[in-house]
């Protein structure tokens, strides 16, 4: 029995992890804030923690990833990418007008977690002009908030699961403003996870540059590129120690066990850069999972 830590349940991560690992011999460890996911794992209360951490329209979660950077040392397990399907989500004998139709003019405020929040942002300008948005911890402790206030015009942007947890309707489905709306998720922790195996085996590694090295990142880009090693993924985020010094993540496309990898991070130590390794993990495309179950 695996114990894995997470977002609060009805919200995309919970309905994520339930996909990618399943409801047997497992433990669901729910949680309101993303640090407590992590510490979750940490103290050892949890084996693995489930983290979202990149989506299509917003791009990275940047407080995600410096959790991983600065706050914890658990590596990076498996990753595999969800469908974000956000919805409206409300009271039908609140909001319904007398034809029968949404009156968007009755709703006071969309309550949401930010990175769902900027998925549908033309839907709400469009929609509800008129509306206050207010940002929360998770699309599920939204939904929450609107069981618990009734009658003050008040919705959230959530899953259809938390809407049907809460005893809410879904007053608009599929809101967001891309059809292609998908999140990338990351389970970390401190034993290799050996459930499920991939084809497709990725590594994530954090750079930091020497200081005063002219060129620095272009050699450290051409040691990847003269053995060609698809990078899938470079992000720079501040290392929080000085004003203009960086991180650099990068996504490789091969394994650590390869023979060319190792080599490649070599080299680029020899630069004088510091080199950490995230994980490498198998990863997984939705079609992939979607076509096991």
Not at 172 to 180: K, L, M, P, R
Request: aromatic fraction near 8%; glycine fraction near 6%.
């Amino acid at each position: 029995m695996k114990t894995i830590a997470l977002l609060p349940a009805g919200s995309v991560s919970d309905e994520a992890a339930k996909h990618f690992i399943g409801t047997e011999n497992v433990t669901w460890d729910h949680h309101r804030l993303i640090s407590d996911v992590f510490l979750s794992t940490v103290n050892g209360v949890s084996n693995y923690s489930v983290i979202p951490i990149e989506n299509t329209i917003e791009g990275s979660v940047s407080l995600h990833m410096d959790w991983l950077v600065h706050e914890v040392d658990l590596p990076i397990r498996a990753e595999w990418v969800y469908p974000s399907i956000q919805n409206l989500i409300g009271r039908n004998n609140e909001l319904i007008g007398e034809d029968g139709e949404l009156d968007f003019t009755r709703i006071q405020k969309v309550i949401s977690h930010p990175v769902a929040m900027a998925q549908c942002l033309q839907f709400l300008r469009s929609k509800m002009p008129q509306a206050v948005t207010e940002h929360v911890s998770s699309t599920a402790e939204a939904v929450r908030i609107v069981r618990d206030n009734p009658g003050q015009g008040i919705v959230a942007i959530g899953t259809t699961t938390a809407a049907s947890n809460n005893g809410l309707d879904v007053l608009a489905s599929g809101v967001t403003d891309h059809d292609n709306n998908y999140t990338r998720f990351l389970l970390v922790g401190p034993e290799a996870y050996a459930e499920r195996q991939s084809d497709t085996v990725k590594t994530s590694i954090l750079i930091t540059l020497p200081e005063d090295f002219p060129g620095a990142l272009h050699q450290v880009l051409a040691a990847f590129a003269w053995r060609k090693i698809n990078l899938t993924r470079i992000e720079s985020r501040p290392t929080k120690k000085k004003l203009g010094n960086y991180y650099f993540f990068i996504d490789i496309d091969m394994s650590l066990e390869s023979v060319l990898l190792p080599s490649a991070l070599e080299e680029i130590e020899a630069l004088g850069c510091q080199v950490r390794i995230l994980g490498s993990y198998p990863s997984f495309t939705y079609e992939q999972l979607a076509a096991t179950k």
